[in-house]
């Protein structure tokens, strides 16, 4: 199968050697998304739900330029350096998707790249 290269300038450039997304075949898999502004590149100011909500406006983006929409996302991890910011997650995720939602992993980590509270990567089935 061939690999096809997903790119948008509504959303950040790649950091490093990755595409935004790949799709192959009818499953496209999105690159874990930060909270950068995709017109600065420059992590967003503000605190956890400035940082999620435009991560997920860059996954909106993205999904957008494969042709698609968030109703096709089936899977979603969510990787978080404090976990108490769950439930916020939880109901600002609920303004992006719908039911039937799409399976999600959501996961303590140490550190994410440039400071950021979140990074969240998607997987799309067409």
């Known amino acids: 199968m061939t690999k096809q290269v997903i790119l948008t ?19 496209i898999w999105i690159s874990g998304q930060i909270p ?19 991560v997920f406006e860059n996954l909106k983006a993205i999904v957008l330029a494969a042709g698609t929409s968030l109703d096709d996302v089936v899977k ?5 350096i404090d976990l108490t910011n769950f439930a916020l997650l939880n109901k600002i995720m609920a303004e992006y998707f719908r039911a039937p939602f799409p399976a999600r992993a959501a ?14 990567e998607c997987i799309v089935a067409l």
């Open 107 to 120: 996961i303590g980590v140490a550190s994410l790249p440039r400071g950021s509270l979140v990074e969240v």
């Open 76 to 80: 979603v991890t969510v990787f978080l």
């Open 9 to 27: 300038s509504n959303a950040p450039a790649a950091i490093g050697p990755y595409s935004q997304a790949v799709r192959v075949g009818n499953t």
């Open 36 to 54: 950068l502004d995709p017109t600065t590149q420059e992590l967003v100011k503000g605190d956890f739900e400035a940082q999620v909500r435009q």
